[in-house]
């Protein structure tokens, strides 16, 4: 892989390409680019519809996970926000590939049931990794409902993970198989 494959794929979106290949690049910095996936989507919160690019770019040694989201402000326009985590391989966990498919008849099956051929509908890809811990806390309570007593806190406590979903549909088949490309890539090196 090549800078500008990343570069071609960065830019095709549209997506605040500067910003984004800035910071790619700069965290990239020299090292080779074994493979990358960029997934680009919309995001909804409470009544407004915004947009979100991730960039994954695994090289030698890290899996870098570039996150740029749309800001919308009505007093500043439009504006962007995006980081980037530089993973050590040693420190990723769990890459999880999972596809979901529903069978489609072929048209000489007939009433064989063993004729049928699965059909890709969608598929995720599932990053955890050991640096960085989720905890999530609520209030801890009794069986008595009358009880006043504080009982302090009670939660759980998890790898932090990240999921990309992309289907046929909504992605296309070409980036649907690289996402799968990209997750076999990762899983065969992470040990």
């Known amino acids: 892989m090549h800078k500008s494959d990343l570069r071609e794929a960065i830019v095709g979106r549209g997506f605040f390409p500067s910003l984004i290949l800035e910071s790619v690049y700069s965290s990239l910095g020299d090292e080779a680019i074994a493979e990358f996936l960029v997934h680009y989507e919309p995001t909804f919160a409470h009544d407004s519809l915004g947009r979100h690019m991730t960039v994954l770019v695994l090289t030698p040694s890290r ?42 008849m072929r048209p000489d099956a007939s009433q064989h049931p063993e004729m049928f051929a699965p059909h890709l509908v969608e598929t995720w890809l599932t990053l955890g990794w050991r640096t960085t811990r989720r905890i999530d806390l609520e209030p801890a ?11 302090g806190y009670t939660g759980v406590s998890s790898s932090e ?31």
């Open 161 to 191: 993970d990240m999921v990309i979903r992309m289907s046929p549909a909504a992605d296309g088949q070409e980036e649907v198989e690289r996402l799968v490309h990209f997750a076999t890539q990762l899983q065969r090196r992470v040990r």
């Open 63 to 104: 899996l870098l996970c570039c996150h740029t989201d749309e800001v919308a402000d009505e007093a500043r326009g439009i504006s962007a926000t995006s980081s980037v985590d530089s993973v050590p391989l040693r420190d990723l966990g769990a890459v999880t590939l999972t596809r979901v498919v529903n069978q489609r």
């Open 141 to 151: 309570g009794c069986s008595d409902p009358a009880c006043e007593a504080d009982h």
